[in-house]
């Protein structure tokens, strides 16, 4: 895998047009930056350990609420999986296997958690 300017630069646009550039802290954003800078010079970066380090950054840069949701949702499923509700259940199987049900999931998860809820 080999990430080049372009590539790197389409990352950050779509990370300031979501605001997850506030995310990142301020090393990450100098370390990216400075890779965009390498990038242009030297035309696409190959070393494994910075397109390891760069990951977790495009990670963040790439978060939307669907994502996050397909995520939490995925991680309900593999619990629901793991419990005895599928062999109680046989309809859930065919429900877990739909993309819009783990979407589902996971913004139902999401509104539950106390992330959202008002300290009151």
């Known amino acids: 895998m080999m990430l080049d300017f372009d590539i790197l630069q389409g990352f950050w646009v779509r990370g300031l047009r979501n605001g997850n550039v506030k ?4 090393i990450q954003r ?7 800078v390498y990038a242009k010079i030297n035309g696409r ?7 390891e380090d760069l990951s977790v950054i495009i990670d963040i840069l790439t978060r ?3 994502i996050l949701a397909l995520r939490v949702g ?4 593999f619990r629901i999986l793991s ?6 259940f046989p309809i859930v199987r065919s429900w877990i296997s739909d993309w819009r049900y783990i979407e589902y999931l996971g913004f139902v998860s999401l ?7 008002s300290s009151s």
């Not at 419990?83 to 109680?88: F, I």
């Open 23 to 26: 995310l990142l802290s301020p």
């Open 30 to 36: 100098g370390f990216y930056k400075a890779c965009m």
């Open 45 to 51: 970066i190959v070393s494994s350990r910075l397109l």
């Open 64 to 66: 939307s609420p669907k």
């Open 74 to 77: 995925l991680n309900r499923v």
């Open 83 to 88: 419990s005895r509700t599928v062999e109680l």
């Open 111 to 117: 509104g539950d958690s106390t992330l959202f809820r």
